[in-house]
């Protein structure tokens, strides 16, 4: 029978961290990995009561005391990140896996600002988000509340560990984290340094757990909610692991599947707008799930557009597959299939396509369209008020770069995730997603008649 | 084969009552009702994308329009409804189930007002939730949008549907409604009110579709969320419907199982209020889910409340199951056990108990409640804070009935139910919480660094 003990203030951390090696060890029995994350679960329900009623000022001392930690242990977190990198890299993964597994000074230094940006945000909890007196004198308000546990799976980046920690924390929830096996030691580590911020404050330390099960098992329990103990699932990594959370999953879970970003270019663009904001939305980062996949052109403005847009993105390096008109301007352009207009390449490519003006880019999207970030640049007000009415994603755009669909650039913060189903949260997920609410009645001996 | 027809404008309506006939009595097969559903899902799709961007003015249109044709109907209904109660009474239905279905005159003006009322509301649709402008310029807006399709499965109020109707209307979203069979012909008589709503408005017929499958397994295959054509079910009726549904939905639920309700009367409660409060909470209705079912009562003041407060809900017909010192105030009083304090009676039957202050209080309705409406009876605003800030219920009420759980009483013009979950909608749901949102950003050629 194995116990899966939530880890208590004061306790070693090299004997913790033996602990969970030698959890890992016994854990290849199903039974028993149901049994760990049922009791993980209960844990994180219980520390989630507590933290919903914790005062703003315990979770920002939590939070400053993990920064501080983490700077601390630098060298070591570094270590460890070695000894997994390595690791992947004997089991044969990929330079972009091991890219993202990496961490070098830069990234760990990043990962305590995190905290402490998040520390010094507005608490979440408690703000009254409408107030209203009806005529009998009652005093109604919706006043935010956390959520209850949240559960992160996430894959080869351990600095999720500390935004995802950190965000729950920060908005009263509890937050189960299930990192990928090839991140493990780096995240133990980080992980630590979290418990030592909650420990100082005198938090429940299940308020941030992180799951002691290499086993892919201790996912699918997650999926199944661990017996009513998980309120949300957020998935971070590849198309994989989110098709598999929102096929499997038992309760709600905040994610996008793609982002399969468009730009129209209309008649009324300004070519220099154009050419600045779709280089940027391309070719700043062109694996971010904000970047550019698809270039739409209106027709009615080709002759002077779609040329010097083509070519300023193949000279600076980007594969362009395009229709028959795109090609005509350009011998380099490859033709697309319609599989391009489906695709989100997260790579420097991009499908490019003549439109039927405003209609026909509507339709377009309406059509490929994932519901994550679209972009219209055009210098007609009345043809952007009807793209960001009309087009139906989280964010909509005009005369901007599609790589500011990230919670960070919109003042959130950091964010745990970006959203494109329409349930609670929608967009990059801050903390104000990661709140509930509760009505609030004050009365003076107010009957119903 | 069976094709799901959408009724269209210009058809006679007796010919559509004959097909919806018609298709009853062929919708025997399981393989034709999947076939069935999800064509009208699909159908509320296309119709949900419309709404979505349908004028204010063609939605209030649809509802006046609705209104004055149920008065003009109303004698139909009357008639229809008279024929649903007599095969009910024949097939030996409870007498509380026939009260439910039963209509009246003024139960159908109610319904014409309803849907006049809710036509005068504000759009939710559009409204600007948030505003923030970026360091760089952005301006970033949080706008409601519809959330897409609303399944409503219903048992025996016909009036179900024209709330739930003209809420989903409103907000921009398509409705699917699929009443009690008992209801059957009261509810395809006030659809048909609703559709020539729709019709005079140029709105899509499938904005609100009537399930035309009496089979059980209609509900099953909504319960799948109609191959992704249902974005959230709302069911209505009684435990072992929303139980039902809890279990087994794939989609969103916007619910709650069950309404235990407490009053807390606490140590410095003014008696005159407690004793007001109190009968109002359990005694105006007792089958509404706000009705009170436990009184607690603060050992600090039991002296003087406990017998005056007991005395008052047996004078009044209530039966009261109580702990030891409830029993002793009053030989009327009967042996509560511990199902007692989870029992949601719907009756004049109230549990009592005695508890240690608002720590015990606290504790109780921790252990038993259910997370819809609680209530303190103090003039401590201490006391009072605490109660309203450590109580998880999505309503938390300070000196006043709890049966203003409602949200009509709210200010919402009406409900389409009230929910315990902390996802999306929470307590009452009125226009607000069937909304979504999205972010629109203003640019003038912003690039991220």
Redesign the interface.
């Known amino acids: 029978m194995l116990i899966c003990e939530t880890p208590h203030a004061g306790r070693d951390e090299e004997q913790m961290k033996k602990d969970l090696d030698l959890k890992l060890v016994r854990n290849d029995e199903p039974a028993n990995i149901r049994a760990v994350m049922l009791s993980l679960g209960q844990a994180a329900r219980k520390a989630a009561?507590l933290l919903?009623?914790a005062p703003a000022d315990a979770k920002n001392t939590a939070l400053l005391v993990a920064a501080r930690e983490i700077r601390e242990k630098a060298e070591k977190i570094l270590a460890a990140n070695a000894r997994d990198v390595a690791e992947a890299r004997a089991h044969g993964l990929t330079d972009a896996f091991l890219e993202r597994l990496t961490l070098d000074a830069k990234h760990v230094d990043g990962m305590a600002r995190g905290l402490e940006e998040i520390a010094a945000l507005p608490d979440p909890v408690?703000r009254v988000l409408a107030r209203?007196e009806?005529p009998n004198g009652?005093i109604?308000e919706r006043v935010a509340?956390p959520?209850?546990v949240i559960g992160v799976i996430f894959e080869s980046r351990p600095s999720v560990a500390v935004d995802a920690g950190a965000l729950c924390l920060k908005s009263g929830n509890a937050a189960i984290l299930r990192g990928g096996s090839e991140s493990f030691h780096s995240v133990s580590l980080i992980h630590e340094c979290l418990l030592a911020g909650l420990r100082a404050a005198d938090l429940p330390l299940a308020a941030i757990t992180l799951v002691p099960v290499k086993d892919r098992a201790a996912v699918g329990e997650m999926l199944t909610g661990l017996g009513g103990n998980l309120?949300?699932i957020v998935p971070r990594g590849g198309r994989s692991l989110v098709a598999r959370v929102e096929a499997e999953a038992r309760v709600?879970v905040f994610a996008h599947l793609e982002g399969l970003v468009h730009i129209y270019v209309d008649r009324a663009a300004?070519l220099?707008?154009a050419l600045?904001?779709l280089?940027?939305?391309k070719l700043?980062r062109t694996s971010v799930c904000g970047a550019a996949e698809t270039l739409l052109v209106d027709r009615a403005g080709a002759a002077t557009h779609l040329a010097p847009l083509v070519k300023m993105l193949l000279d600076a390096g980007c594969e362009v597959r395009g229709d028959t008109a795109t090609q005509a301007v350009d011998a380099r352009a490859k033709p697309a299939t319609d599989e391009d207009w489906s695709s989100e390449y997260l790579d420097a490519i991009i499908s490019v396509r003549v439109v039927d003006g405003l209609d026909g880019a509507l339709a377009h999207i309406?059509t490929y369209g994932s519901h994550h970030t679209d972009c219209i640049i055009t210098e007609d007000n009345v043809a952007a008020d009807r793209f960001?009415?009309?087009v139906?994603?989280?964010?909509?755009?005009?005369?901007?770069?599609t790589?500011?669909a990230d919670g960070g650039?919109?003042?959130f913060g950091g964010e745990i995730g970006i959203a494109t189903g329409?349930?609670?949260a929608?967009?990059p997920v801050g903390l104000e997603q990661l709140t509930?609410?509760?009505?609030?009645?004050?009365?003076?001996?107010?009957?119903?008649p």
Do not use: C, W
Not at 395 to 400: D, K, M, T, W
Not at 436 to 448: C, V
């Open positions: 009561h919903a009623l408690g209203f009806r009652l109604i509340t959520l209850g309120d949300v709600p300004d220099g707008k600045t904001i280089r940027n939305s700043r309406a960001l009415r009309e139906d994603s989280a964010i909509v755009i005009h005369n901007a770069s790589q500011f650039e919109f003042g329409r349930m609670h929608r967009g509930s609410f509760k009505y609030r009645i004050h009365g003076s001996g107010q009957t119903r």
